[in-house]
């Protein structure tokens, strides 16, 4: 076992007592080939055996049949909207009132968790029409969601620097003071970008939160600057979505945001409205120099993309096809580097790990990646959403002949 590998806890274990909300997955695949039994107590996973292993031991608690499913790491949404998700179908102005905010903020959250994310990050931009309440309703939204999924919130202030900065800035503390946990921002949209980023780096590091900020890096000087300036801040600094990078200057730049530690968070199901590039960033390129590389969903069927499904697997699935990672690469992508992202611990279907979990109908990544349908998500060692997904044909004698699986009960007329 490695040293670095974190231990069950021992209220989970200790006089061989079981904790009668436990939980077991009886039958999963891994991506290894191996099908397990895994036993689920106290929020981590408490022990991973052969099938059947664990499934004949005495157990209080319930079971779950994952026959068919592939169990991973449940993805994260490291770059969502939440104040302007569920938007699209709005007849006239996006409406800022609290809670029409909330309403939107949880169903956008909720239908994210049903995809398989148990944990998300919400930029909510402040100042301006919004004032504080935008965010107000998304922080009243990550508390109806306790238990179910992590939100996390990113305070957006439009401008930052000079006269018409000073209430930006004003109302950014304030936000940090309400209980948004990272500072962001957009300095492509300031006048003065560089003192921006100054602004932001300086509270981020006075208050110790991470900085996520939006950038399409059509201007590599200034993404340059940037990182320059980011370099060996901690929490950490995330930049995305980086989409408008010129392919002249993309390996330039990719080391020097490897050199700074940045992130970069790209959205290939589409961008934002914080930015007006579209397109992916290098995400190859940039994961050969070094950088990390996490993958959102962006705009949430809201005005700047009306049809933004809000699926990790989705994005997985775009940056495997579209882009040539190896599914392994991409399921990382949405997974483990989010999650790296949100200042999460990294999940493993191994003892002592986070019981953050999704099962997917399926035998391997590259196929869930492809009909990613059937999914059964945990949350904390406790089943907190399921997709099922059932295919019907009519009667065939075409199928019947070839002796091809049916998943329905009934005729389809």
């Known amino acids: 076992m490695p040293d670095s590998q974190p231990q069950p806890s021992p ?31 106290g929020g981590r996973i408490e022990a991973v055996g052969t099938a059947g292993s664990l499934a004949s031991a005495p157990t209080r608690g319930s079971r779950v ?38 309403r939107r903020a949880t169903e956008a959250a909720l239908l994210q968790l049903g995809h398989g994310a148990t944990a998300l990050r919400a930029h ?140 970069v968070v790209c959205l290939p199901q589409g961008s934002c409205g914080a930015v007006t590039g579209r397109g992916t960033a290098p995400v190859r390129l940039l994961r050969a120099a070094g950088v990390r590389v996490a993958a959102g969903s962006g705009a949430l069927r809201d005005v700047s993309n009306p049809v933004g499904r809000g699926d ?12 040539g990672l190896r599914p392994e690469d991409a399921y990382d992508a949405v997974s483990a580097s989010a999650r790296a992202v949100l200042g999460l611990p990294e999940v493993r279907v191994e003892a002592g790990f986070p019981a953050e979990l999704l099962a997917v109908r399926g035998e391997r990544l590259a196929g869930a990646l492809s009909l990613a349908y059937s999914r059964i998500v945990v949350h904390r060692g406790r089943v907190v959403a399921r997709t099922s997904a059932v295919r019907e044909y009519c009667n065939s004698a075409v199928a019947a002949e070839s002796g091809l699986p049916r998943q329905g009960r009934g005729e389809v007329s």
Request: charged share 20%; glycine share 12%; net charge negative.
């Open 124 to 263: 909510v931009r402040v100042g301006d029409v919004q004032g504080l309440g935008a965010l107000g309703a998304v922080l009243q939204a990550r508390r109806s969601l306790r238990g179910l999924a992590e939100l996390t919130t990113v305070a957006v202030p439009r401008l930052l620097t000079g006269v018409a900065g000073a209430d930006g800035l004003a109302m950014l503390r304030d936000a940090l003071k309400m209980g948004a946990a990272v500072v962001g921002g957009c300095p492509d949209l300031d006048p003065d970008p560089t003192g921006y980023v100054e602004a932001v780096l300086e509270l981020a590091a006075e208050h110790g939160c991470p900085v996520d900020l939006h950038t399409d890096a059509a201007d590599p000087g200034r993404l340059a600057r940037l990182a320059a300036q980011c370099g060996g801040l901690r929490p950490g600094v995330t930049l995305g979505p980086c989409g408008a990078l010129p392919a002249e200057h993309a390996s330039r730049t990719a080391d020097q945001l490897a050199a700074a530690g940045v992130t």
């Open 11 to 41: 209220s989970s274990s200790s006089g061989g007592r079981q904790d009668p909300s436990a939980l077991l997955l009886c039958g999963a695949r891994l991506t290894d080939g191996r099908t397990v039994d895994v036993r689920l107590g």
């Open 65 to 102: 049949d994952l026959s068919g499913y592939l169990l991973l790491p449940a993805p994260a949404e490291p770059h969502a909207h939440a104040d302007t998700a569920q938007s699209a179908d709005t007849d006239g102005p996006v409406s800022y009132a609290p809670e029409d905010v909330q």
């Open 312 to 323: 990790p697997l989705e994005a997985a699935y775009l940056l495997a096809s579209r882009e």
